[in-house]
């Protein structure tokens, strides 16, 4: 099973500030399978990444997401206040495996 | 467009089962795999498994084995996921998302409280 680890657990930023996460694979992500998520209370997470970095339809170009093998990065440029929620990544194929979530808060 | 539509919160006591729906609709049901995954209060997200809709041939997560079944009911373009000899542990939210030709999950039910509890 592939490991994910994201960090921090948690980021706290203001409105207009630039938001880096991360994740880490114990093993190598197989053909860049890897996707990050939003995630607001009470709802289901939302598709923002996958490939590593092609933004899902309707997703603004703020987020950016990078990286390959075992290290990859999610950017948000300059936080809008609707951006404060919980991110996941997720490493799919035949099964899914999913990293703890960071969440970004308001300071 | 693509629609997940899942059956309502459950409560449940301990060694019950509960059985939860996902109705989809807006695509050929059998065209793509559907998830189940699984987030208790206030953790992550957990996969446990997923079905075929096709051939309605499932694979799960090794901790589930045994517990969970998968099916499908082609003529009503619907999944199920049951899970059995509950514990309080299982209490969560659960999720059914599908898959695309990509392998990803871009489309995700609602999600279901399954509350269990003496």
């Known amino acids: 099973e592939n490991v994910l680890t994201q960090s921090p657990g948690t980021l706290s930023l203001s409105p207009g500030e630039r938001a880096t996460l991360s994740c880490r694979a114990s093993?190598?992500?197989?053909?860049?399978?890897l996707a990050w998520y939003q995630q607001k209370p009470g709802q289901a997470p939302r598709l923002l990444i996958y490939g590593a970095s092609s933004r899902a339809t309707g997703v603004p170009d703020r987020f950016r997401g990078s990286g390959s093998g075992t290290d990859f990065t999610l950017t948000i440029s300059r936080l809008e206040p609707e951006d404060f929620a919980v991110y996941h990544c997720q490493h799919y194929g035949n099964s899914l495996t999913f990293g703890g979530g960071t969440k970004v808060e308001i300071k | 467009q693509v629609h997940l539509v899942q059956s309502g919160a459950e409560v449940k006591t301990p060694g019950a089962s509960v059985k939860v729906s996902c109705k989809t609709s807006?695509?050929?049901?059998?065209?793509?795999?559907i998830h189940w995954i699984r987030q208790a209060p206030g953790q992550g997200l957990e996969w446990m498994g997923r079905?075929?809709?096709?051939?309605?041939?499932?694979n799960s997560a090794q901790k589930f084995q045994g517990r969970v079944t998968m099916t499908r009911d082609t003529s009503i373009n619907t999944a199920y996921m049951e899970l059995s000899s509950l514990r309080s542990d299982d209490t969560a939210v659960y999720f059914c998302?599908?898959?695309?030709?990509?392998?990803?999950?871009?489309?995700w039910g609602q999600g279901t409280l399954v509350t269990v509890s003496s």
């Open positions: 998302a599908r898959a695309d030709d990509s392998m990803v999950t871009q489309f």
């Open positions: 079905i075929n809709p096709n051939r309605g041939v499932t």
């Open positions: 807006g695509y050929t049901f059998t065209g793509y795999f």
């Open positions: 093993q190598s992500v197989s053909s860049g399978h």
